[in-house]
C-alpha cells in the first residue's frame, strides 16, 4: 500500500479539524482533534483504495514514496530573471543557489559568511 501524504488543519466553517489526502484532492474527514481527522481520512482513503482494486484502477500515485531528481524548470518573465540574476550575484553566489534560497525561506548567506 502506498504511503500517502495527510495533514490535519483546523476549519473556521466547520469548527473541526480537516484531515487531508494531499494525493485525493477533495477527500476530507472532519473531527475535533488533528489526530482523530486523520485516523478518519485514512479509512476513507482505505475504502476508496478497495474500491478502485475492486474495478481494477490504478490508485494515485504517493507523493511521499515519489523519488525526486531534485531539479525542474521555472518560467518567469525576463524583468524577473534579470531581477534574480543581479540579486544572486549581489550575494556573490549562482542564480541556482539564489533561487533555492528564496524557494526554501531563508536568507542567503552575506559574503562574510561565505568568504569571511
Known sequence: MPNYTYRAEWSDDYCQYLGLCLEFNGRYATALTPHEAIERVEKLIARELDELAEIGMDP?????????????????????????????????????QWVSYKLAGRPAPSLDDLFG
Open 60 to 96: 494515485s500515485e504517493s507523493l511521499t514514496d515519489h523519488r525526486y531528481s531534485g531539479k525542474f524548470a521555472v518560467r518567469t518573465s525576463p524583468a524577473l530573471h534579470e531581477r534574480l540574476v543581479v540579486e544572486a550575484a549581489e550575494q556573490g553566489i549562482s542564480l541556482n
